[in-house]
């Protein structure tokens, strides 16, 4: 499938946090904060025949609203972008909601929080948090994730190695890491499967 990784599209522009005055100059683009663009655009080519673009995502989060904190609401996005690719969509709070989703052929997307006291955040150490995109999960409780914000040394820092595996561009974890990542700064689990035909 398709992997999108926002530090690519630094030229794309993303207008957002409009609540708050809107974003300094140098982070108004998808390289940024484009990690729930681009996780949606990859919901998107995993679940459906179709291509979500970028630049049109970006356009739909800034039609819907969704951009009006840091980076993209995607309890806002979630739902326009399902309706418009024939996509379910829900919000849980429980990893085991994620499993059932995966294992039914869906995908989810974790809104994982950041450093929390003397823990370093597995996905990103910036306390507005990052989404990654949930693949499926086996039998042994390994999720295979895509990170749209990877760079070769991110899972290599002191707290967070060996916690990753990393075959690049998929990452496995255990649930149980998964687990931590878990904030409370909005729904955690994001899920998206295919419509069952009526």
Do not use: W
Request: hydrophobic share 35%; proline share 5%.
């Amino acid at each position: 499938m398709r992997y999108l990784n926002q530090k690519n599209y630094r030229y794309i522009p993303y207008m957002h946090n409009l609540s708050n005055g809107g974003a300094p100059e140098d982070r108004r683009n998808v390289a940024t904060s484009g990690c729930g663009l681009c996780c949606m655009c990859m919901v998107v080519d995993r679940l459906t025949t179709q291509t979500l673009e970028l630049a049109e995502c970006a356009r739909m989060s800034e039609e819907s609203g969704a951009n009006h904190m840091p980076g993209t609401r995607l309890h806002i996005l979630g739902p326009v972008a399902a309706q418009r690719y024939g996509l379910t969509y829900a919000e849980a709070d429980s990893l085991e909601d994620v499993r059932k989703t995966l294992r039914a052929g869906g995908c989810a997307v974790l809104f994982a929080g950041g450093n929390k006291g003397d823990r370093v955040g597995l996905f990103t150490q910036n306390p507005n948090g990052h989404y990654v995109l949930l693949l499926s999960v086996d039998e042994e409780d390994d999720f295979c994730i895509l990170d749209p914000n990877y760079d070769s040394e991110k899972f290599f820092v002191e707290g967070v190695r060996d916690k990753v595996k990393v075959s690049v561009p998929y990452l496995y974890c255990k649930g149980e890491v998964l687990e931590q990542e878990v904030t409370d700064l909005a729904p955690p689990f994001y899920l998206f499967t295919k419509k069952k035909p009526e």
